[in-house]
């Protein structure tokens, strides 16, 4: 079994920074492929972003793109959200995931075990 814990997020102003982490137990951290995702009040939940097992390749919403950056440690368990320029419409529960099969990488039912979810609020 895998737990997934998560860290960060908070509140922070229009065009600001955050950085989400997820600490990961239980089962080879190498073998997951892990996703981020988000879901806003009254949305259903979306994906953000994916990095492989190898954290070679990396996906990401279009919305996104060249705004946040995902990465892994996998001596360490870990995997990280860093988000830039943050505006209003990235508000949302922020979900880091993890999966063991290879494929569909930003549905959020190909995706097994999630974190607990944490609060990001961006005020303008």
Do not use: H
Not at 102 to 120: C, D, E, H, K, L
């Amino acid at each position: 079994q895998v737990q997934l814990v998560q860290s960060g997020g908070g509140l922070v102003q229009a065009g600001g920074s955050l950085r989400l982490s997820c600490a990961a137990s239980g089962r080879t951290f190498s073998r997951l492929e892990m996703g981020w995702f988000r879901q806003a009040p009254g949305k259903e939940r979306e994906f953000v972003a994916y990095i492989s097992g190898g954290g070679g390749i990396t996906d990401y919403t279009d919305s996104v793109k060249g705004r946040f950056t995902i990465s892994r440690d996998n001596a360490k368990n870990t995997v990280s959200l860093e988000m830039s320029s943050l505006n209003a419409d990235d508000t949302a529960v922020y979900y880091c995931a993890g999966k063991s099969n290879i494929g569909v990488v930003r549905r959020p039912n190909a995706y097994v075990y999630w974190g607990q979810g944490t609060q990001v609020t961006v005020s303008s």
